[in-house]
Structure formats: structure tokens, C-alpha cells
């Protein structure tokens, strides 16, 4: 009977640290799907067909409205711009003539 109860005990401290473990590797994931739904929720993304004056470059949206691109870009993502000039438009603006 001794034999039995020790074994059962045995057993028992097992399981338990095999409980603990799964507690924690649960706990674990909680806390990562947590981060993955607030990295989700965060997520903008433009897709499908965005129709784009071929001369100003304007954006239609839904309710067929003209934007800049920069502002509809920036209102449908999390981008925002920061404007430079290129070397080639450069020399063409203010390049010496």
C-alpha cells in the first residue's frame, strides 16, 4: 500500500508541474494575442483599385471626392510624407540656364 501511495504522489507532482507549466505557456499566449490584436487594430492598408487623375495626380475616394495624394495616402494609412525635391527636378527649376 506504501508502494501505491508514493507512486500516486509521485504522479500527482508530476501532473502538477505539468499544470504549472501549461498555466504558463497559456498565460503566455494570452498575452501575445493580446499584443497581436492591439498591432491589428493599428493596421491601415490601402488595397484594390485607387482611381488617380493622370494630370494634377488627385485621388477619388468613395463618395467621389478629390484629395491630394499626400492627404488621402496619409487619411487611409499610417504614412505620413515628408517632401524633398530630386536632383532632376532641382537642376530643372533652379539649375543655372
Known amino acids: 500500500m506504501a508502494l ?10 508530476e501532473l502538477d508541474k505539468k499544470n504549472h507549466h501549461l498555466k504558463q505557456v497559456q498565460h503566455e499566449l494570452e498575452e501575445k494575442v493580446v499584443l497581436l490584436e492591439e498591432a491589428l487594430s493599428k493596421v491601415k492598408q490601402l488595397e484594390g483599385t485607387i482611381p488617380i487623375c493622370m494630370y494634377c495626380k488627385q485621388i477619388c475616394d468613395e463618395k467621389e471626392l ?20 530630386c536632383p532632376a527636378c532641382f537642376e530643372e527649376n533652379f539649375g543655372e540656364n
Do not use: C, P, T
Open 4 to 13: 501505491l501511495n508514493s507512486e500516486f504522489i509521485a504522479i500527482k507532482r
Open 66 to 85: 478629390w484629395h491630394q495624394l499626400e492627404q488621402y495616402i496619409s487619411d487611409h494609412s499610417e504614412v505620413m510624407f515628408s517632401h524633398s525635391i
